[in-house]
T-cell receptor, first 109, second 115 residues
Framework: GQNIDQPTEMTATEGAIVQINCTYQ??????LFWYQQHAGEAPTFLSYNVLDGLEEKGRFSSFLSRSKGYSYLLLKELQMKDSASYLC??????????FGAGTRLAVHP | EPEVTQTPSHQVTQMGQEVILRCVPI?????FYWYRQILGQKVEFLVSFYNNEISEKSEIFDDQFSVERPDGSNFTLKIRSTKLEDSAMYFC?????????????FGEGSRLTVL
């Protein structure tokens, strides 16, 4: 089956670091993605992990452990504009993404 | 920067009517997709399209739905006989490689309201 779990909501302070966790069970694993979605807007790509380990990209990093079915997104030096939903996305097939329900992050001054 | 464009941005229709949502994918992309998001819910896969045919579709994508690439630039989603539960934001996306291999670029969405 296909199942992606992530916390519903998180809050953090501007300038801080936040880690958003995700556990997944998807058939035909081909990688794990993180997308950002601001309210009322389209999802935008943040990161892609296909091998175990940490991928760093500026203020954002993503980690994957395939044996544990676990990933996290790490956001550093939080800014107010980082307030958004963060979507953990698995691969459900050759050409299909399976989206988690998203973690709504609120960044406060 | 190239982008995926969708029209209309918002469409209101009566139950039972047919709706066509239009998308212009990024020009050098080969893979095209439709996803939908019911208000407050997760993004759901509908269909992927490659080499002028459907490559995968979800259980949601039943006979009521169809996709077409009528020319070299447009990619359309047709919903026949709309139902109230079809009300959602419909996102078109495109990619250079298959979805499991890289980034999808999403359009801004077409909000469909069925009354």
């Amino acid at each position: 089956g296909q199942n992606i779990d992530q916390p519903t909501e998180m809050t953090a302070t501007e300038g801080a670091i936040v880690q958003i966790n995700c556990t997944y069970q998807t058939s035909g694993f081909n990688g794990l993605f993180w997308y950002q979605q601001h309210a009322g807007e389209a999802p935008t790509f943040l990161s892609y992990n296909v091998l175990d380990g940490l991928e760093e990209k500026g203020r954002f990093s993503s980690f994957l452990s395939r044996s544990k079915g676990y990933s996290y997104l790490l956001l550093k030096e939080l800014q107010m504009k980082d307030s958004a939903s963060y979507l953990c996305v698995g691969t459900g097939g050759y050409n299909k993404l399976i989206f988690g329900a998203g973690t709504r992050l609120a960044v406060h001054p | 920067e190239p982008e995926v464009t969708q029209t209309p941005s918002h469409q209101v229709t009566q139950m039972g009517q047919e709706v066509i949502l239009r998308c212009v994918p990024i020009s050098n992309h080969l893979y095209f997709y439709w996803y939908r998001q019911i208000l407050g819910q997760k993004v759901e896969f509908l269909v992927s399209f490659y080499n002028n045919e459907i490559s995968e579709k979800s259980e949601i994508f039943d006979d009521q739905f169809s996709v077409e690439r009528p020319d070299g630039s447009n990619f359309t989603l047709k919903i026949r006989s709309t139902k109230l539960e079809d009300s959602a934001m419909y996102f078109c996306a495109s990619s250079e490689a298959r979805a499991s291999g890289g980034e999808l670029f999403f359009g801004e969405g077409s909000r469909l309201t069925v009354l």
